[in-house]
């Protein structure tokens, strides 16, 4: 039988799935790509392909209850049900699920500290702590940096470090302009994801590990 020809059009695009049940999954994000949005190519839209069809009464398309930035690597949660879609962007409202990123920052660093910077005029607060340094001829010192966001901000990670004159590399809006590193992307990667699941209960410790352009400036973490 011929396709017919009205049918939308798929789009092909594989995803890493790094935890799944009939109720959620998690997957990696890669970079250079919108997690949702008007655009055809989207995580919302790959994850159909990727993501196998829940067998519970009230399954959905499968929908990212998050966001990552367009340019940020890492783990993106994804609900599978209609009543789990709901449970989770409840978590989420009540931070009651645990985030955990790694950066590398431009600069001389503290080895660990608080920000809490107002963003857009609302409270924000972000911890972080230095895990290794190494010297850099064009950018002083390079950081890798683990960041524990207690607030979900947009860009807040990143308005965070730039606020400290610790830019993540990589970053075109908010880093400093000599220092600016075109071509490799942002050094900004959603590595950790703890929560209680909402149906099973089971404590699920979910990790992303490092891409491999960090491995190449730090040891492996």
């Keep these: 039988m011929p396709e017919n020809v009205n049918s939308p059009k798929r789009l092909i695009f594989p995803l890493k799935v790094l935890f799944e049940d009939e109720h959620l999954a998690a997957i990696h994000k890669p970079a250079g790509i919108l997690v949702s949005g008007n655009s055809f190519k989207t995580i919302a839209n790959a994850l159909q392909q990727n993501i196998k069809r829940s067998n519970l009464p009230d399954t959905s398309k499968p929908q990212p209850v998050h966001r990552l930035d367009y340019a940020t690597t890492g783990i993106l949660l994804v609900g599978k049900t209609s009543t789990c879609i709901r449970a989770l962007n409840k978590m989420f409202a009540h931070k009651q699920v645990k985030k955990t990123y790694y950066s590398i920052a431009i600069g001389e660093m503290e080895k660990e500290g608080k920000i809490d910077s107002e963003i ?10 230095v895990i ?85 400036i730090f040891q492996k973490k």
């Design 120 to 129: 857009d005029e609302k409270e924000s607060l972000s911890n972080y702590s």
């Design 132 to 216: 290794e340094t190494v010297p850099s001829k064009r950018f002083g010192r390079l950081n890798l940096v683990k960041l524990d966001p207690q607030t979900g901000r947009r860009h807040q990670l990143r308005k965070h470090l730039a606020s400290i004159a610790n830019p993540i590399l990589g970053d075109k809006e908010y880093g400093i302009e000599n220092l600016i590193l075109n071509g490799k992307g942002l050094y900004l990667h959603a590595h950790t994801l703890k929560f209680t699941h909402p149906f099973t209960k089971e404590e699920i410790h979910l990790t992303d590990e490092l891409p491999e352009r960090f491995q190449k």
